[in-house]
């Protein structure tokens, strides 16, 4: 097999650490909102304990990475796959934190009973999780165009954000005695509003990679 045949299959090995990556975030985050609306604490206490794999398959994809870069010396747009690659597991990995940050604020709850029915922050996620597998997608097929429609969804959830934030505000002022319960709702808002702005951040990767050049897709 050819030096070139091998680095190429060393960079798809790369690609596959990502997408699998990828699938550990996109389930902690789905895990943490389940273990929110069934006030689940143990479910929680399992997502911070299972964080740690997240972690060592971020430093494992990185280790990958500077070794490539080592032993082949790769230059323009391999080079920009495999320092894309350590971006985005990087973002992927803050995907995994804000999925432990929900599961820490479904603990502060506990089973306290909810000062509201909790449907709006799962549809939030579901559409930023679907955001991030939909960039990732992009990412796998180097597909800029779908990368753009991706990024273009964030403005949604953004809405939706801060909606929800408004909502719980007033909710705050009618029912104070819900203050310290409001709060972590709205941090568990917040985290997942920045789940979709990691996705917008794939996509950006994407285009530099394929493009050679950065863009700002929240313009």
Do not use: W
């Not at 994809?61 to 747009?77: G, R, T």
């Not at 604020?105 to 709006?120: A, F, H, Y």
């Not at 969804?153 to 310290?180: N, S």
């Amino acid at each position: 097999m050819s030096i070139r045949a091998t680095f190429q299959g060393e960079l798809n090995q790369l690609k596959q650490m990502i997408l699998e990556l990828g699938d550990k975030a996109l389930e902690a985050v789905e895990r943490s909102i389940d273990a929110l609306k069934n006030q689940d604490v143990d479910k929680a206490l399992k997502i911070i304990e299972d964080d740690g794999q997240i972690n060592l398959m971020e430093e494992e994809i990185n280790d990958k990475a500077i070794l490539l870069i080592a032993q082949q010396a790769p230059v323009a747009i391999d080079l920009r796959r495999v320092i894309v690659a350590i971006k985005i597991s990087s973002d992927l990995e803050r995907v995994g934190d804000l999925a432990v940050n929900i599961a820490k604020s479904v603990i502060r709850i506990g089973s306290n009973q909810l000062i509201k029915p909790i449907e709006e922050i799962p549809r939030m996620a579901e559409m930023a999780n679907k955001m991030v597998a939909d960039s990732l997608k992009a990412y796998d097929d180097e597909d800029v165009s779908f990368a753009k429609k991706v990024a273009q969804l964030d403005d949604q959830v953004d809405e939706t954000y801060g909606r929800l934030i408004q909502e719980l505000l007033e909710l705050m002022t009618q029912k104070p005695e819900y203050t310290a319960q409001i709060t972590q709702l709205s941090f568990i808002c917040r985290h997942v509003e920045r789940v979709a702005d990691h996705s917008t951040n794939i996509s950006e990767h994407l285009l530099y990679l394929v493009k050679g050049r950065r863009y700002d897709l929240n313009d």
